[in-house]
């Protein structure tokens, strides 16, 4: 079992039925595992579409953060899902979920890691997007 099954089983073993925040490349394995295991979790994405720049960091595409009002204009699918599924327990990866979900004030930084309240699953918990490492300056 490679460390990303590991991974995806934990999840399902610990009730997690919702990731949102799609991870980015930097970790395909997982996402190959996860497409093994669809019918027990999903990650989902609270924009549908990206936007992205070259930057100053070479040729690696870095996705921009989207507006409010992109958020807003996704925000019907990932609810519909969470009515149509009623998960048990979500994580919110990264700020643009975590704040998507659980408002603007809502500080990853600060908060990540614990249990939330919230209206959408009895458990609820936000923590760091897998590709902030690459946005991270050393």
Do not use: Y
């Not at 994405?45 to 921009?64: L, M, P």
């Not at 998507?100 to 959408?120: I, M, N, W």
């Amino acid at each position: 079992m490679t460390a990303a099954e590991v991974l995806i089983e934990s999840l399902i073993d610990w009730g997690v039925e919702f990731v949102f925040g799609l991870p980015g490349d930097g970790i395909n394995g997982i996402m190959e595992a996860l497409r093994t295991r669809q019918d027990k979790i999903r990650f989902v994405q609270v924009v549908k579409h990206f936007k992205w720049n070259a930057g100053e960091r070479g040729k690696r595409r870095i996705h921009e953060k989207p507006r409010s009002l992109e958020i807003r204009a996704c925000r019907p699918w990932p609810d519909a899902e969470l009515r149509a599924i009623r998960p048990r327990v979500v994580v919110l990866l990264g700020a643009t979920a975590a704040q998507s979900f659980l408002g603007r004030e809502f500080s990853v930084t600060r908060q990540r890691g614990r249990l939330v309240k919230a209206p959408f699953a009895p458990h609820v918990i936000a923590t760091a997007h897998p590709s902030s490492i690459l946005r991270s300056r050393q």
